[in-house]
């Protein structure tokens, strides 16, 4: 529009010119108040709808669809109900306006105000969205099944159609991508000059934020849930993957990590990360210990439960025995068996669920350690050749997103890891102290029952050390009488030929060196020899060149070898005395001289043994069992008490009592032992 001269009046041309122009703007700007109006009217109508939808998809459609398991459940409706009470705020908050205009000035500061909230309840729905769409695909191939949950849709929300559950499902995804395009409607109708179009400008960008976010915050989920996949293959399988991208890949991050290792190229540091790396190894560490230990308790506490005192035979009846196995019945088979239950359901089985959940974070660990070696060496060819392909700046990214994840997260995680555990280890203090309680009050039970539970304290450790000291005496005595020295070996006349041999042995090695053989000797080793019992030699060294003491070098006279120690005892000469009934005391029955009593100097003196006359069943283990005919060794000829109807005799290596009047004495027809010629006559030569 042209100017006006000073003094000069319009012309009517132009005058009405002016005014076409005002009327323009005039219905410019009431239109856009208009358009204002019906975008903000349309933001708030819809809400309601949706925020309905909602509660109604939570609620009522949720809780009949019966047919599916609460897992299933779960991961369908993720955190709806999170996002139905971060919208019902909202909506509560927009419709608290009075009028239109204040409407619109508070319709920006409450998308502000919620954009954190927003952020958070979304995008936890939006990642887990496509899981919940597989889920509801699979149930299509069952009929049965899709008919009943198209039934529950159809009934309660016809609009749905055919989408069914399909339909519910992906508001949410659609609401929030749906706000950012809302206000900028309404910010494309809103005057620069006006008071609400800062705000509502504000609110635009940060909800474009949200959605930049979100979407961010699924990708990261994505190649969180790519890497996380703990896939158990076989050797054929791990070597049908290795293909000419994958070794390049594999050489090329070596040849990063030998380049950092030499110093050639620096190594990219992140202090964040490494201290979240660093805790949560610690809490690892300490869930995996902890699991173990655990896992050793529970097992030391079967062993010891595999062990029941309470049905042992104490071959004590009545008075404090009946206490004593009642209490250790209880304890077994109730308070012991309650508390191993108890830690196998609210520790152990919890500890190995947290074990488990720290494969995840540990897996996405060392892929990073991969994905930061190839970010390193695209980094370095960024930085000198100024580009990189497609493959590389996705390569690039991905190890970015890792990485963002990882920081934002293992806190989170590192934070309620310690808290589980802390939780668990409370649990623990508190079983140990529960159980010690029930022992406790189980035991005080019991002891109310004896008869000195009512001796005061220094009475009755008063009373258990007099018991203790005379149970000890008893116990001494008759460990002594188990330990007295048993006789000597009875012998036989030697022949003529072994006679020879034993007076060479004698003549050569002296008395002293010369050992009987107690019982049969099979050498099977390097310079074994092998004996029969009763055999005489001579020992040459107590050792063998190893320095074992347990294998003796000795001659036979004719060989020389080693034989076991066990096996030999010290030749003892035969003194020419009335024969006695072979005993532990030495004190046996007599029996009369016979005609080997006057025989020759050298010959043997005859040789009684005693064995079974009868078979005896021991009844308690302070009894042996007999057979006819077996031959014994009788110890004591009366038991503790002196009563003589009970011998003390020990049979195949095991001791015990046995009747007295089982036994017999008879002429031993094959005797061990030898006797030496008399010492006045000359040794013979061979």
């Not at 239109?31 to 819809?46: H, P, V």
């Not at 309840?121 to 990642?127: D, E, G, I, N």
């Not at 076989?234 to 950092?260: C, W």
């Not at 902890?290 to 042992?312: D, G, M, Q, W």
Request: contains cysteine.
């Amino acid at each position: 529009m042209a100017g006006y001269q000073e003094g000069e009046s319009p012309s009517p041309g132009e005058n009405s010119e002016d005014e076409s122009q005002g009327d323009e703007a005039i219905k410019i700007l009431e239109k856009m108040k208009l358009n204002q109006r019906l975008a903000a009217k349309e933001l708030i109508s819809t809400e309601a709808r949706y925020v309905h939808n909602l509660q109604l998809c939570a609620s009522d459609i949720r809780s009949q669809l019966h047919e599916l398991p609460d897992g299933d459940l779960d991961v369908i409706f993720s955190n709806i109900n999170d996002v139905i009470k971060v919208n019902s705020r909202f909506l509560k908050g927009l419709e608290e306006a009075e009028s239109e205009d204040e409407q619109l000035n508070l319709l920006g500061n409450l998308f502000l105000e919620f954009q954190e909230e927003m952020e958070s309840a979304y995008k936890v729905y939006c990642a887990s969205y496509d899981q919940a769409l597989i889920l509801v695909e699979s149930y299509k191939k069952v009929p049965k099944l899709q008919k009943a949950i198209q039934d529950v849709i159809t009934a309660l929300v016809p609009q749905a159609g055919a989408s069914g559950l399909t339909f519910l499902l992906v508001m949410p995804v659609q609401r929030v991508t749906k706000y950012p395009l809302l206000l900028q409607k309404i910010l494309e109708n809103t005057p620069p000059d006006d008071q609400a179009y800062e705000a509502l400008q504000r609110a635009t960008r940060a909800m474009q934020e949200v959605n930049s976010n979100i979407n961010e915050y699924k990708r990261r989920k994505e190649i969180a849930t790519k890497y996380n996949k703990l896939e158990h293959l076989t050797v054929r399988e791990r070597l049908a993957r290795i293909n000419t991208h994958s070794i390049s890949k594999k050489t090329l991050r070596l040849s990063q990590l030998f380049k950092q290792e030499a110093g050639i190229v620096t190594r990219t540091e992140d202090r964040e990360f490494d201290d979240l790396e660093e805790k949560f190894h610690w809490v690892a560490l300490c869930v995996n210990e902890l699991k173990s230990n655990v896992a050793s308790y529970l097992e030391n506490l079967e062993t010891f439960l595999r062990i029941k005192p309470h049905e042992c035979d104490l071959e004590m009846e009545g008075g404090p025995v009946q206490q004593y196995c009642c209490l250790t019945r209880n304890l077994h088979l109730l308070v012991f068996l309650e508390f191993k239950q108890r830690l196998e359901r609210l520790v152990y089985h919890p500890l190995g669920h947290l074990s488990k959940a720290l494969l995840g974070p540990q897996n996405l660990i060392k892929k990073r350690l991969d994905k930061l070696l190839d970010f390193e060496r695209i980094e370095e060819k960024l930085a000198e050749a100024g580009s990189m392909t497609y493959e590389e700046e996705a390569t690039r990214h991905t190890y970015q997103a890792l990485n963002s994840l990882l920081v934002s997260e293992l806190p989170r995680f590192n934070q309620v890891a310690t808290q589980w555990l802390s939780q668990l280890l409370h649990t623990l203090m508190a079983l140990q102290r529960d159980l010690a309680q029930q022992v406790v009050l189980k035991a005080e039970g019991e002891m109310a029952q004896l008869p000195h539970s009512h001796v005061s304290e220094s009475d009755f450790r008063k009373l258990v050390e007099d018991t203790l000291g005379k149970t000890s005496a008893q116990l001494h005595s008759f460990r002594q009488n188990f330990e007295k020295v048993l006789p000597v070996p009875i012998t036989q006349p030697l022949q003529p030929a072994a006679e020879r041999q034993v007076q060479t042995l004698v003549s050569k090695y002296g008395l002293s060196k010369l050992y009987q053989v107690t019982s049969n000797i099979s050498g099977s080793g390097n310079l074994a020899l092998t004996l029969q019992r009763g055999q005489i030699v001579a020992l040459l060294q107590d050792r063998d060149t190893k320095g074992n003491t347990n294998r003796w070098l000795v001659d036979t006279g004719g060989y020389r070898g080693y034989v076991p120690a066990g096996k030999l005892e010290p030749y003892q000469v035969v003194s020419h005395e009335e024969p006695s009934m072979q005993t532990g005391s030495g004190d046996g029955f007599r029996f009369p001289p016979t005609e080997a009593s006057r025989a020759p100097a050298h010959a043997a003196m005859p040789v009684f043994q005693v064995v079974a006359a009868y078979p005896f069943a021991a009844r308690s283990s302070h009894e042996v069992s007999l057979q006819a005919g077996q031959l014994v060794m009788v110890l004591e000829r009366q038991d503790k008490k002196g009563n003589p109807e009970w011998s003390l005799v020990e049979v195949n290596g095991q001791r015990g009592y046995v009747p007295s009047n089982f036994l017999m004495p008879v002429p031993s027809p094959v005797p061990w032992g030898w006797s030496l010629p008399p010492c006045d006559s000359p040794p013979s030569h061979m």
